[in-house]
């Protein structure tokens, strides 16, 4: 692989930020962005980046004249529920990023998957395999 072909398939420092917050990639990169979506890690990467905006925007709060327990009482409810909302609709906002890209929002449900595979295998060994109308009970989406 040549670095023009590396640096094409991977985005810059720029690239890389916005695409954190919601811009999208080009085509070239939509194996990196599957992957980032999707593969190992991608929970843990989505967290950390939506806890990141409360922070600033919270910090500056800190810069007030005020006790320990003021600064607190202040910005913990409001970050702790940040970093809670971020974890109760990480899959709804993968789903919705890998739409956005044009790939198939049900990567999401990948790792799951390849889990929890023996338990289907097992499944189909003792039973049969599933019926057909099954098929659209398979991915983890709520609507």
Known sequence: MSAD??????PNLWQYLTYCYGRRLPASMNRWVAEDLAG?????RHVIRMAI??????G???????SFYVHLEMTA???IWAVLMAVALNKVWRRHRLATHG???NLVDVIKRKRDAHIHDDYA???GPRPEEAKWQQNSSPF
Do not use: N
């Open 125 to 127: 060994r003792r039973f």
């Open 40 to 44: 190992d890690g991608a929970v843990r």
């Open 103 to 105: 790939m198939d929002p």
């Open 60 to 66: 500056p709060l800190w810069l007030i004249p005020a």
């Open 77 to 79: 409810p409001i970050y």
């Open 5 to 10: 072909t590396a640096s094409a398939d991977k």
């Open 53 to 58: 905006p409360p922070l600033l925007v919270l």
